[in-house]
């Protein structure tokens, strides 16, 4: 299993949960696809390579399989859950409505600190993307998101469209996806925040609809490049 993760080792910081960690760097590791879809994560192996009880790590798969990152089979294990093509199909569209609508009502209540964090997500955005650092470049497109996403200022809206965005086919395509799509993406993302700026709120929704959809299509022309969608987890 050693050979499964990135270099960056797992180190405790004991000021965060250690199911925290562990998750995060977990996710990470599947994200990036370190951790292959249909790879078996065995706790003794977990527990040993990072030094931890099993207690944290068993809670740590039970997170990561309400995330859709890990499937459980009964009587043999946790895995890293495939991407299928249905996966895609069925995500997008609820999400391109439900995040949409979230824009729609956020543009009521974004503040200025709000506006700033979106152009400093988006400043980072860019720079990341053109040093091709796409791990740094998802963190801050999730943060531009939370941003509009939380001033919506609905809960259960937030809760949909964070277990929509949480789930593996938004990360582990997207990391694929945005190495090659990133500079249309930029522009996108500076149009979305100008309507925001502007109060914009039909044209806000419109766009983000929009956005979400034309990732749809784009990311299915990525797929039908490969022989199927199980080829994504061989990058």
Known sequence: MDDMFNKKEFVPQYRVSLVEQLTEFLTTNIVAGHLK???????????????ISRAPIRESLRILERNGLVVTVPRKGSFVRKIEQKDIEENFPIRSYL????????????????????????????????????????????????IFIYASKNNTLIGLVELL??????????????????????????????????????????????????????????LSNKTDCHDLEQQ
Do not use: C
């Open 37 to 51: 879809g249909g790879e078996r994560l065995v706790e003794n192996e977990l527990q040993r390579k990072f030094g």
């Open 99 to 146: 995040e949409s609508f979230a824009a729609r009502l956020a543009t009521a209540h974004l503040t200025p600190e709000d506006i700033e964090g979106m152009e400093f997500a988006l400043a980072r955005m860019t720079d990341v993307a053109r040093s091709n650092d796409f791990n740094s470049y998802l963190k801050y497109h999730s943060n531009f998101h939370k």
């Open 165 to 222: 965005r949480s789930q593996m086919i938004w990360f582990r395509v997207s990391y694929l996806y945005v190495q090659e799509n990133y500079e249309y993406a930029l522009q996108v993302h500076r149009q979305i925040l100008d309507l925001f700026i502007k109060r914009e709120a039909e044209q806000v929704e419109a766009l983000v609809k929009e956005h979400i959809l034309t990732a749809l299509d784009h990311f299915l022309d990525f």
